[in-house]
């Protein structure tokens, strides 16, 4: 299957600060979708996008599908401590999801 | 509430055992997936199903088994044959038509004893 290349593989950064991670494949996809992961817990939809250029925000969370459709990137404005986890990347191929790596983030207060 | 249980939260096996993961859905989801994350990695495919009584291999199926009897069942068997179980195992479902994106479970973590 097609790889996911998410970066970065973790940041540490200051409560307030704002993030940003990205993700990029060597394809065309129809779909990103990004999920947060909290320690020993499931991975939860931040936000799905469907349509090249999309710009899509959930409250401080600002994701865009490329407009070559072949990347996308997440922001985290105005950080604070429970935005910590791993966040991944994922598109829908065939029917198979397919994930990056994820970023880690780390939040100091 | 809708979503997604996996059971139980944490399993130990003894070397040579087979042990089997629950994972029911009640959000009357046709796709159901099983996934293996290591410490570090990324979510690899084991099964996926997309009908009842049809399933599909993942990238890395081998080792496992699972079946699905039932629209909102879809159990994950470790058996013995693979040699290296110890993981955090997600299930997710998600509707194909119309569609929307996967949704997962709270993970069952597997120990070798």
């Known amino acids: 299957g097609q790889q996911l290349n998410q970066s970065p593989q973790s940041m540490f950064i200051q409560e307030g600060e704002d993030v940003s991670m990205n993700c990029t494949s060597s394809?065309?996809?129809?779909?990103w979708l990004w999920y947060k992961q909290d320690p020993g817990e499931g991975p939860v939809l931040l936000i799905a996008?469907?349509?090249?250029?999309e710009l899509t925000s959930n409250g401080r969370l600002t994701a865009q599908f490329g407009i070559t459709r072949k990347d996308s990137f997440l922001n985290i404005s105005a950080s604070i401590p429970s935005d910590v986890g791993i966040y991944f990347c994922?598109?829908?191929?065939?029917?198979?999801?397919?994930f990056g790596k994820g970023t880690k983030l780390t939040v100091n207060p | 509430d809708g979503g997604i249980t996996q059971s139980p939260k944490y399993l130990f096996r003894k070397e040579g055992q087979n042990v089997t993961l629950s994972c029911e859905q009640n959000?009357?989801?046709?796709?159901m997936y099983w996934y293996r994350q290591d410490p570090g990695q990324g979510l690899r495919l084991i099964y996926y199903?997309?009908?009842?009584?049809?399933?599909q291999k993942g990238d890395i199926a081998e080792g496992y088994s699972v079946s699905r009897e039932k629209k909102e069942s879809f159990p994950l068997t470790v058996t013995s044959a693979q040699k290296n179980p110890t993981a955090f195992y997600l299930c997710?479902?998600?509707?194909?038509?119309?569609?929307?994106?996967?949704?997962f479970g709270d993970g069952t973590r597997l120990s070798i004893l």
């Open positions: 994922s598109h829908l191929e065939s029917e198979k999801l397919v």
């Open positions: 394809s065309i996809f129809n779909t």
């Open positions: 996008l469907y349509k090249a250029g």
């Open positions: 959000l009357n989801h046709d796709a």
């Open positions: 199903s997309q009908i009842v009584n049809d399933f």
């Open positions: 997710a479902s998600y509707s194909l038509l119309p569609y929307q994106p996967q949704h």
